[in-house]
C-alpha cells in the first residue's frame, strides 16, 4: 500500500521557519520525481515546487522561488519542504505527492 | 503559466443523473512526446486528493467505469454517466505537460 505521510507543521510566527517532511513507504522513494503542493483554506490546489529522484535537481514554480527548499534523503525515504520567512499568506495545507499519490496533508498556520 | 479554466463552478444532482465538467487551458496540452498530460483528480471532503484519470482519458485501476475523460490541445471534458453518493467532492484538473504544473479552480459536485 503507497502511504506518504506529511509532518511537521502547527502555529508559526510571521517570519520564522519551518521544515516539513513526508516519509512514504509502499513504492521505490528513489524512482520518483516527488512534489510539494499547497491549499490554502476553502481555496483550490498551487504547486510549490519538485524534486529529481537522485535528488540533484529541484524546480519551483517563479511565485515560490526564494523561500522554499525542496530536498529529500532517499536512504529514509522523506522528502522535506524548507520553509522560510514565512508570511500569513502561506496558511495552507502542504501535500507531498507524486504523479498518481497523495499524503493526507499537514496544516501550516502563520499568525502572531 | 497554464491556466486551467473549470466550469461549472459547482454542481447539484441527484442520484443517477450525468454530470460533466469542463477543463480548457490557455495552451495546448500536447507535448513534444505526442502524449497530452491533462489529469483529473477528486478530492471529497476533509480527504487529500484522489486520482481518477490520466492523460486525457485513462482511468486508474480502482475507478469505476461510469467515469470518463475525453479532449485534446485545449478542452478537456471530465463526465460521470450515473452519479453516485461517492462522487461528492471537488474535481480538478490539473495539467503536467508544461512547467509548471497547473490546477483548474475546481468544481463541487453536490448530491442533492
Known amino acids: 500500500e503507497v502511504k506518504l505521510v506529511e509532518s511537521g507543521g502547527g502555529l508559526v510566527l510571521p517570519g520564522a521557519s519551518l521544515k516539513l517532511s513526508c516519509i512514504v513507504s509502499?513504492?521505490?522513494?528513489?524512482?520518483?520525481?516527488m512534489r510539494w503542493v499547497r491549499q490554502a483554506p476553502g481555496k483550490g490546489l498551487e504547486f510549490i515546487g519538485e524534486?529529481?529522484?537522485?535528488?540533484?535537481?529541484?524546480n519551483y514554480a517563479p511565485s515560490m522561488k526564494g523561500r522554499f527548499t525542496i530536498s529529500r534523503d532517499n536512504a529514509k525515504n522523506t522528502l522535506y519542504l524548507q520553509m522560510s520567512s514565512v508570511r500569513s499568506e502561506d496558511t495552507a495545507t502542504y501535500y507531498c505527492?507524486?504523479?498518481?499519490?497523495w499524503g493526507q496533508g499537514v496544516m501550516v498556520t502563520v499568525s502572531s | 503559466d497554464v491556466v486551467m479554466t473549470q466550469t461549472p463552478v459547482s454542481l447539484s444532482l441527484a442520484i443517477g443523473q450525468p454530470a460533466s465538467i469542463s477543463c480548457k487551458s490557455s495552451?495546448?496540452?500536447?507535448?513534444?512526446?505526442?502524449?497530452?498530460?491533462l489529469n483529473w483528480i477528486l478530492q471529497r471532503p476533509g480527504q487529500s486528493p484522489k486520482r481518477l484519470i490520466y492523460?486525457?482519458?485513462k482511468l486508474y485501476s480502482e475507478v469505476p467505469d461510469r467515469f470518463s475523460g475525453s479532449g485534446s490541445e485545449t478542452e478537456f471534458t471530465l463526465k460521470i454517466s450515473r452519479v453516485e453518493a461517492e462522487d461528492l467532492g471537488v474535481y480538478y484538473c490539473?495539467?503536467?505537460?508544461?512547467?509548471?504544473?497547473?490546477f483548474g479552480s475546481g468544481t463541487k459536485l453536490e448530491i442533492k
Open positions: 495552451q495546448s496540452l500536447l507535448g513534444t512526446s505526442g502524449k497530452t498530460f
Open positions: 492523460q486525457v482519458s
Open positions: 509502499g513504492f521505490t522513494f528513489s524512482d520518483y520525481w
Open positions: 490539473w495539467q503536467g505537460t508544461h512547467f509548471p504544473l497547473t
Open positions: 505527492a507524486i504523479t498518481t499519490y
Open positions: 524534486i529529481k529522484p537522485d535528488g540533484s535537481k529541484t
